[in-house]
Nanobody, 126 residues
Framework: QVQLGESGGGLVQAGGSLRLSCLAS????????TGWFRQAPGKEREFVAA????????SYRDSVKGRFTISRDNAKNTVYLQMNSLKPEDTALYFC???????????????????WGQGTQVTVSS
């Protein structure tokens, strides 16, 4: 079992940057595929980015490609989401998710993930 804790959210002007971090408990973080999802008020949770166990494969939703970068440091049990050129439509509660897996593929569906953090708020002002 793993527990996830997100940090790094905040208020930023359009065009600015933020880096989200997700710290995982436990000693086998390298066995978990991880991802970032977000949920805006009144909307469903949506996929943002995912990374495989080793960090060699990544996936992104189209609207963040070229602006967001997901990465991980298994030695630090941490996954990151670097967000550049932020837009007001990026405003949401951002969640980190993890799933124990033997696969080296990324997971892009919320239903693929077993463990979730509490979320960190990102607000982008225009």
């Amino acid at each position: 079992q793993v527990q996830l804790g997100e940090s790094g959210g905040g208020l930023v002007q359009a065009g600015g940057s933020l880096r989200l971090s997700c710290l995982a408990s436990g000693r086998t973080f390298s066995f978990y595929a991880t991802g970032w999802f977000r949920q805006a008020p009144g909307k469903e949770r949506e996929f943002v980015a995912a990374i495989d166990r080793s960090g060699s494969s990544t996936s992104y939703r189209d609207s963040v490609k070229g602006r967001f970068t997901i990465s991980r440091d298994n030695a630090k049990n941490t996954v990151y989401l670097q967000m550049n050129s932020l837009k007001p439509e990026d405003t949401a509660l951002y969640f980190c998710a993890a799933d124990l897996t033997t696969s080296m593929r990324t997971k892009v569906l919320a239903s693929d993930y077993t463990y979730w953090g509490q979320g960190t708020q990102v607000t982008v002002s225009s």
